[in-house]
């Protein structure tokens, strides 16, 4: 569907946003536009990471906003993410994405029909602007849920299923990173051939602030389930330290009892009158023997 969310006639410049287009609507706008292909063949791509792209006149951005309506399991980029490709040049600006993007209607309702935008550079900019902000309130989101997993990491006892949502946790924050990344290379090259404005500092803080959330968020749930994992061993020690001293108790007293359970004819102990007293006496001097021995290497 094409629509055109600015036109010369209020504006200096055309805005035409192309929601899920085919690729019939796609050939017909390059050759109205005067569009390369190459640029085309990646604007139909749904998985294109981000990248910045100047042929002639044109400059090409791929960028990936935040997907709202993601899956809970969702961890990878495609599954985080939505593109929206952007062709501009000093006369137009192209929007291209599959899915709504009610922020672009938000942009123009902000920034253009009250006439604030006076050129389609500084226009990629506030979308750029506005795709990093998307990622600014899942990374707290996601903040407040590792919070949860430390929590009932020290305080609760852990489970797996605490383990599997750290993993998807740290799956998600570094999707993102590596989005944020890639989108800052975008930013650099803006600034190369745009030169510095206030909207692109603070564009450039904004990606700073964002990518330093997810690089925390990666960080930290490394660092939870690397715990995790060392407090799963430290459990399965203390179960092999457990049968390590049944087996010393016991080892020795079956050593003694299988001696006398043999059942030799001649065995002088067997028919002494205090021959079984005796080897009960042992054992239980043999258990405590070795009972004093752990005691002191402080291992009960």
């Known amino acids: 569907m094409q629509k055109e969310l600015a036109t010369p006639i209020d ?10 287009p085919s690729p019939e609507e796609l050939d017909q706008v390059a050759q109205k536009y005067d569009l390369y292909y190459t640029v085309i063949k990646d604007c139909l791509e749904p998985d294109h990471l981000p990248k910045f792209e100047s042929i002639g006149p044109v400059s090409f951005i791929i960028t990936r906003i935040y997907n709202p309506d993601k899956e809970t399991d969702a961890d990878t980029i495609q599954e985080l993410s939505n593109k929206i490709a952007i062709f501009y040049s000093n006369d137009f600006i192209i929007t291209v994405h599959r899915s709504a993007q009610p ?20 226009l990629s900019i506030r979308i750029v602007r506005w795709v990093l902000n998307s990622y600014i309130d899942p990374g707290l989101a996601l903040a407040n849920e590792l919070d949860g997993h430390e929590s009932a990491l020290f305080l609760g006892k852990p489970t ?12 998600k924050a570094s999707s ?12 650099h090259c803006l600034q190369r051939s745009e030169g510095a404005s206030p909207v692109l500092q603070d564009t450039l803080d904004l990606h700073v602030k964002a990518r ?16 995790y994992l060392s407090m799963a061993s430290q459990r399965t020690n203390e179960v092999m330290r457990v ?52 005691k002191r290497k402080g291992w009960l």
């Open 243 to 294: 049968l390590t001293v049944f087996s010393a108790f016991f080892l020795p007293l079956t050593f003694i009892v299988g001696i006398y359970g043999m059942n030799f004819e001649h065995m002088p102990e067997l028919g002494w009158r205090y021959g079984y007293p005796a080897v009960l006496v042992s054992m239980g001097v043999v258990a405590l023997g070795i009972y004093g021995w752990f």
């Open 212 to 227: 330093t959330i997810y690089e925390q968020l990666e960080e930290a749930a490394t660092h939870l389930l690397n715990i």
């Open 103 to 122: 922020v672009l209607d938000e942009i123009k309702k902000r920034f253009v029909t009250p006439g604030h935008c006076q050129s389609t550079a500084e």
């Open 11 to 20: 504006h200096p410049f055309t805005w035409l946003d192309l929601n899920d």
């Open 160 to 171: 797996k299923q605490v383990l599997q949502q750290l993993y998807y946790l740290k799956r």
């Open 176 to 187: 993102a990173k590596r989005i944020l990344t890639l989108t800052e290379d975008i930013l």
